[in-house]
């Protein structure tokens, strides 16, 4: 007999950084939802549905041995072998027990390709250590059964308290630069958006490589001088970054798993939620 949806237990990894925390926060009312946390603070000690885990010091087994999650989402954070061996772990536990796993990956899974934006399908390559790593995760994950995987790749997530505007703020506060890049196409997306997403791909069951970003596409430096508009009322001080002389896309655009209408973005729809 198929397990309630409601029953499902499910296990954040990374639950007390940014985005693992908004997803807790949107599945927590819905389902037996877990998560972890790094260095202790009050907040997540007196929740009794956190645990401390450190990715470079403890195994994560024995998290997934107390939780018994039906869904591991991983939002972790750390140092890359840390978490290539934890993901390893999970992918063990995942075999053994059935449980499904959505890893967050990222854009960068294709940074060494400027040309075009990519789609669901599109070879993975990458130049940076980052990217070189989502991909070695992807790879080790995508081997299980079909059905247990679900690889959510991101672009640039905003919300009005993500810390890449925490830090333009700062940076604005202390009379320093921000910085643009000024032949950068990108896409972008929200956090409350990236977590109805997830929800979801839970309750449909969905599995498979999913481009979460915003279905049209912007240049670095027209984005983020719209967010200063409304962040700062002053001059900003603005540091042009040139990687290149041409344009170059880093940008992870849906084509094959399209979600919903009501759960698809656009910048625009991005700029107005952080207006607010």
Known sequence: ????????????LGASGYLGNAIYKELAPYFKTFGTYRK????FVDNNQFLQYNVEEDDVYEVLEVCKPDIIISALRGDFNAQTIAHQH??????????????????????AYSKFPS??????????KYGHFK??????????????????R?????????PRIVEMKQRISENESVEIFPNLIMNV????????????????KKYGIFHLGSTDLVHHDEFVKNILEFISSKKVKLKHVYTTNEDRYLAVLPKFNTLPKHLQITSEMVLQELQK
């Open 154 to 162: 991101l672009p640039m997530v905003f919300g009005n308290n993500c």
């Open 40 to 43: 202790p603070k009050k907040a």
């Open 119 to 128: 789609y669901e399908l599109d070879k993975t390559l990458s130049h940076s």
């Open 189 to 204: 997306t929200l956090d409350k958006k990236v977590t109805q997403q997830i929800h979801y791909i839970i309750n449909r």
């Open 1 to 12: 007999m198929k397990k309630d949806l409601q029953k499902y237990r499910i296990l954040i």
């Open 135 to 152: 991909i070695k995760i992807e790879n080790l994950l995508l081997r299980l059964p079909k059905k247990q995987v679900a690889v959510l």
């Open 90 to 111: 999970i992918a063990e536990y995942a075999t053994a027990f059935g449980c499904k796993i959505i890893f967050l990956s990222s854009a960068n899974a294709f940074d």
